[in-house]
Structures are given as C-alpha cells and as structure tokens.
C-alpha cells in the first residue's frame, strides 16, 4: 500500500465524555500544531525509523527529527489544570451592637469557641455564642423566640443547663435560662444579672477563625459596625471558573489539588454555581465567571496556607482499555479525518485513519480507534 492510502474510513472526530467550548479551544491548538508539524514529517524525513531502541510506550528511540511510540492499550482520564485560591469556607463580617471603645481583640487566624470572648468593648467582654440568628435585642425573662431557642442550646451545650431543664427547642427565657446566663456570666468574670444584653454575644454558626481585622484597638465602635472578618474553620478550595466552561465540572467530580510547594493531595468539588458573576471594569478579562468549591479529602495535608494560590487538576472523564497515542501522532487529513502514520516492518511506512476519542490535555494523549492499529505498533511522532 502506498504511503498515502488510508486503510480505513471514519467521520469527523469528535471528543467523548463533555464537549464544552474549552476543550474544544484548548484541542483546536493542538491539533493544529499536529497538522503543521505533520505536513513536515511527511516530506522531511530522511531516515524515520531506527533499527534498535526500546519498545515501550512513550519512547522516543529515534535520533533524527522523528521519533517512535509505541501504541499501547491503557486508561485515559480527559484531565483539565485550572488556577484556584486555597484558604478557609464561609467568609462573613461579624457585626458589633456594643457601644464603646474596642479594648481587646482577636489575631488574625486565632479560632475562637463557643463560650470564649471574641473581643472586648470598654472592658467588657464579648462572648462567642453558636446560631444562626445574629443577635438583634436583649434577651430576659418571658422573652420567647428563636433567638431563645439557640441561646438556650448553647447554655446546655456549655454545661450551663441541662437538656432536662431546658429541653432541646425550648424558645422561652425561661428560670433556668436565667440561671444559666448566670453561671455563664461568672465564667466571663460579668455581674451576674441573668439577662443577656444586647452587644453581651455574637452568635456565629460554629467556632470563628479570624481572616481580618475590621475594629482598630483603641478606636470607637458603634452599634451596626462590623468588628472583623471570620471565617469556619473548614479547609477550602475556590475556583473562578470561566461560565462557558460550566459543563466540565460537577458537584462529586474528583480533583488533584497542587498546593505552593508541589505537593499533591486529592479533593472533590462540593459546589458549583449557577449564576455567573461579571469581571471587574480595571479586570483585563472580560469573560463572567462561576465559583467553584472543592472540598480536600485530607485537609491536614493543605497545611494553613490562606488565599494561596494553587492549581487544581479536574478528571471531566474517564475511558478503560483503549489504544492511546500522543496527540502530536495525528496527522491532519482531507475531510476532516485524521490519521496516524504507522512504522511498519523494513522501514515502511504507511498512514491508517483513526477515529478520535477522550483527550487528556494535562498529558497530551488521545484515545483512537481503527481496524487497522492495534496495540504494540509504532507511531512517528516529532522529536522535541
């Protein structure tokens, strides 16, 4: 057969698993560069194939400008880099309702506990509580509501009250409320009033890490102010994802997370958005983005870097048992075919169509299939 007859024929490729916008771009460039690398192995090559060398995949055994790899069957993940922030989940203001002078406060990145001063306004303490409702008014005897409820939780998870005294959904200020902000008071070395003014707590979801400090010491506060910024103590992982790319990803998919000193540790995404937000006018990108979560499976191996930047790997698919080759193997033909040239035996050559699967753009492989390329035969690919 000559060396430019085609042993079988296929349609246009198309990409398995998610055909999103990006890997239609990011495979565009280098198919094209196949094609122009291609058209001048076709015509250049002197001597294409060597006699000796090894046989394995991904050997390059060839010294001239071409080089051989051998065909292998093996699984291929479609796999996507993209540049992420790594630091800490639910970012939120924590808002002040004493009136005074800011007299002590947190560090940034100490965690503060329910039941533990936050920080203090002329002297006075303000203790760290757990709900989601914030604060809004003072809270004493007779007073019912949700805001009870949760302050009443909170005396019984500190060991202030029992759950026989104060039951689990209790909303009244009840006596035993009363008692418990007491010995709550004491604890916080606070007259022993049993009523729980407003600007005495801040209620958060869970412990406070501090990210920044909003309150200068020394300074005044006001009522409505906000004091600082928390955050959970949660590890977390956050991408701006370009909107058009939205289909690459999805809540469950599993991530390898490169953190600023090379280390690898895997991850999953938790949440995907679905309202994209528009860049900034100064922003030299004008393309919306979506925010991207992913959650580290060992948080412990992302030590306490925070808004550091780092590279997230995406596996968007998976294929088992196929004949892979290098991207740069394929060569460009009439149709919008492709074909890979084969190194046959007497250092013949010919050129076998291939239909195009998954793409894995991290390491520059592709999945083919055709009748006549099987696993063990050689492929010219340029030599770097």
Do not use: C
């Amino acid at each position: 057969m000559s060396a430019t007859s085609l042993e079988a024929t296929v349609g246009s490729p198309g990409l398995a698993g998610k055909p999103d916008e990006r890997r239609r771009r990011k495979t565009s460039w280098l198919i094209a560069a196949v094609v122009l690398v291609g058209a001048g192995v076709a015509v250049a090559m002197s001597d294409p194939f060597s006699s000796g060398g090894t046989n394995r995949p991904g050997v390059a055994d060839n010294p001239g400008s071409t080089a051989l790899y051998t065909v292998a069957r093996q699984d291929l993940s479609s796999q996507t880099e993209i540049s992420a922030t790594l630091g800490y989940a639910d970012s939120y203001n924590v808002v002040n309702q004493a009136q005074g002078t800011v007299t002590a406060a947190p560090t940034v990145g100490q965690v503060v506990s329910q039941g533990q001063v936050l920080y203090q306004v002329s002297g006075a303490p303000v203790v760290l509580l757990y709900g989601s409702i914030p604060a809004y008014r003072t809270l004493s005897p007779g007073v019912i509501g949700a805001d009870v409820a949760e302050l009443n939780a909170d005396l019984v998870d500190l060991g202030d009250a029992t759950s026989t005294e104060l039951p689990a959904g209790t909303a009244e200020f009840t006596y035993w409320t009363e008692i418990g902000v007491k010995k709550l008071q004491v604890a916080l070395g606070e007259t022993q009033n049993g009523t729980l003014s407003l600007g005495q707590a801040v209620f958060a979801p869970a412990a406070v890490r501090v990210a920044l400090m909003s309150a200068t010491l020394g300074a005044p506060t006001q009522p409505g102010q906000p004091v600082l910024t928390a955050t959970s103590t949660t590890r977390q992982v956050s991408i701006a994802l370009d909107a058009s790319e939205q289909s690459e990803v999805a809540v469950g998919d599993k991530v390898t997370i490169t953190l600023p000193n090379n280390q690898a540790t895997p991850g999953v995404i938790s949440s995907v958005d679905t309202v994209a937000t528009a860049p900034a006018s100064a922003s030299s990108d004008s393309s919306p983005t979506i925010t991207v979560l992913v959650n580290p499976t060992d948080p412990g191996a992302t030590g306490t870097w925070d808004q550091a930047p780092v590279n997230v790997t995406i596996t968007t698919g998976n294929v088992s048992n196929v004949l892979v080759v290098p991207v740069d193997a394929l060569l460009a033909q009439s149709a919008g075919t492709y074909a890979v040239e084969v190194a046959g035996a007497n250092r013949a050559r010919h050129l076998v169509t291939v239909a195009l699967g998954l793409f894995d753009d991290a390491d520059g492989l592709v999945q083919v299939s055709g009748s006549n390329l099987s696993a063990g035969e050689r492929v010219v690919v340029p030599k770097l």
